[in-house]
Nanobody, 118 residues
Framework: VQLQASGGGLVQAGGSLRLSCVASGRTFRGYHMGWFRQAPGKEREFVAAITWSGSTTDYADAVKGRFTISRDYAKTTVYLQMNSLKPEDTAVYYC????????????WGQGTQVTVSS
């Protein structure tokens, strides 16, 4: 599967953005999907994940209650709705996929820049 992320941009603190990640190639349905981010000078960190069925989601503590991950099987797309954005959310956001729940994410898309101004 190939991943193409989009939707980043510049937003003021308190604002919202929705990131999209379109999957192409092999069947989208069988993959668990996730979002990660990397801020300047920092390591890449987990943001959110959703199982292949969509029945289970997981979030980093820093984004719980503000971000929502979802997936649309018809559009083979996974979304990250980001509300109440903070300057510390500024980072390059990456979508990722894996075909086993217990394995590491091993398929990565290109990043999309999110910048939150104070």
């Amino acid at each position: 599967v190939q991943l193409q992320a989009s939707g980043g941009g510049l937003v003021q603190a308190g604002g919202s953005l929705r990131l999209s990640c379109v999957a192409s190639g092999r069947t989208f349905r069988g993959y668990h999907m996730g979002w990660f981010r990397q801020a300047p000078g920092k390591e890449r960190e987990f943001v959110a994940a959703i199982t292949w069925s969509g029945s289970t989601t997981d979030y980093a503590d820093a984004v719980k209650g503000r971000f929502t991950i979802s997936r649309d099987y018809a559009k083979t797309t996974v979304y990250l709705q980001m509300n109440s954005l903070k300057p510390e959310d500024t980072a390059v956001y990456y979508c990722a996929a894996k075909d086993s729940y217990y394995s590491n994410f091993d398929i990565w898309g290109q990043g999309t820049q999110v910048t939150v101004s104070s």
